[in-house]
């Protein structure tokens, strides 16, 4: 750990690294003074995988299953980023059907993200039971995705050009019966996390990031929405079939006619969007046009224009957690000649900085997971305290925040 | 807020304000769905000496432009860096990306920092360093992100020069346990 000079009423605690997303695990350097933070440190880059190196040795298909690994989440949003990029250097037009498809996929994706966040957050400050209640409704998000891609997580449904699996008529009933299920379910979960007493406690006015911080640090995703930022790919510049749908920016005024950038308006945007995405995939199922679903079905063809391709292009999606870009170079060769990937949490990482300023450390864990990011590694905290360093573990850290949640019931 | 100009007014304005140093434009227009409705992509290559005044420039247009990432290549004698900005978010089928490239002479690597104009620029600094080898002039947070520490010096993954990570890969099926 790095020597910084601390007063003598404050100590350090680094916790870390945690798993936030992609490539992405990060090292927390707090200072602390008592119970509260003073200042934040963020370190990055415990486990990067050499992805994008990797991928400049592959010819774009095989990227296509590279670009799945990286996010067991944003399976779908990465190698379908990947793809819209090639598509644009390439000049590939995708069917319109296509197009209808792919917004369903995306949209079960969000909702599919959104619940297990919600589940996630609820076992951060105590609450196990909701986190079986939402992770029991996001089974169904995952039989659906099962039944429409003929896999649970990483789902193989992305080709450059379309998609490679069609959702026939029969299909509907069983599509249609899930979202019911979900719409059934959603006055349960909203009451659960907007109306309970402990949930407000925790959440309001806790971890804000103000929507000039929102601007200037580039955050994304439901993070800057829930500051007040209306900026949303799928309505900014609507790609796929988005610019057909009926729909609008989700910001907690919405709701609640103010915006306050703490942890509850981030609950209420993810909350709302679940709901977007329910209503999205039925304007799809009502308007989708008839018509192939992919523009070349022929790989070795498909390759064979690839390798004759030449340019740069970019790939903008909306993914559950903000954007995923990705930047492709093709110089007529097999393999891309650069391919930089962009995950929304590298840009809802600074924005962590204010947000956990001045608040308690039990606050850490719902604060940290408050903008989604991947919490799977954060098994090793130490605490140093004057010199002398001892071990915080995750489970420790989770105990003090599950404490606090009992304080505040008290 | 200020008017919203048309891509090719965008363009005509950076040119206006720095001639020559603004290389190739290009405006690209892709289409969606059933509407059609467009997207658009301004792509624009502009000289290392005027790059932190176009930054500015763009700040005119939109108080806080959006600053996705910046890509980063190697083209032999030169390192071509691309800053993927975005405008005009917030209001349906209006926003622009705007990509900027600058050219990076090997021999002197340098560029300026933007993080005083866009703080949240930082990390794609500190990664475009350690990646490609190159000095980002006045970067606030000089350390290593993505690498760890006890990554040998002087070898730059993004390279593909002698510099590049070649020499350390090694080919599972050519290894013997």
Known sequence: MKAKTTSKTTYQIPIGPIHPALKEPVMFEFEIDGEKIVDVDVTLGQVHRTIEWTGMRRNPIQILYLAERICGICSYCHPMAFALAVERVAGIEVPERADYLRVIHAELERICSHILWAGVAAHEIGFDSVLFFTWQIREKALDLTEYLTGNRVTKAITMIGGVRRDITKDMYPMIHETMNYFKDNFEKLRHIYLDDKTFKMRSQGCGILTKEDALKLCACGPTTRASGVKKDVRLDQPYFAFGDLDFDYVTPDVLTGEVNGDVYDRIIVRLLEVKQSIDLIEQCLDKIPAGDIVSEPKIPKLLATLKKAKGEGIGRMEAPRGEVFHYVKLTEQEAPYSWKVRAPTYNNILPWIPMLRGEQIADIPIVAASTDPCMSCTNRVAVVDNGKKYALNKEELHRMSVEKTRRLMA | ?177
């Open chain 2, 1 to 177: 807020m200020t008017k919203q100009l048309t891509p090719e007014e965008i363009v005509k304005s950076f040119k206006d304000e720095f001639k020559i140093k603004i290389k190739d434009t290009r405006i690209e227009k892709h289409i969606a769905g059933t509407k059609k409705n467009e997207l658009i992509h301004i792509w624009m290559s502009v000289d290392r000496s005027v790059f932190k005044n176009v930054v500015k420039h763009l700040m005119t247009l939109e108080k806080y432009p959006h600053l996705a990432v910046t890509s980063g290549y190697d083209m032999g004698k030169t390192i071509e860096l691309v800053y993927h900005f975005s405008i005009y978010f917030g209001v349906r089928y209006r926003e622009i990306s705007l990509n900027i490239t600058v050219e990076l002479p090997k021999s002197n690597p340098t560029i300026e920092t933007i993080t005083d104009l866009i703080p949240g620029a930082l990390i794609t600094e500190q990664e475009k360093q350690e990646m490609l080898g190159i000095k980002v002039k006045g970067i606030p947070k000089d350390e290593r992100v993505f690498l760890s520490d006890d990554f040998p010096k002087g070898v730059y993954p993004w390279r593909k020069d002698e510099t590049g990570p070649e020499k350390m890969v090694r080919n599972l099926h050519e290894v013997k346990k």
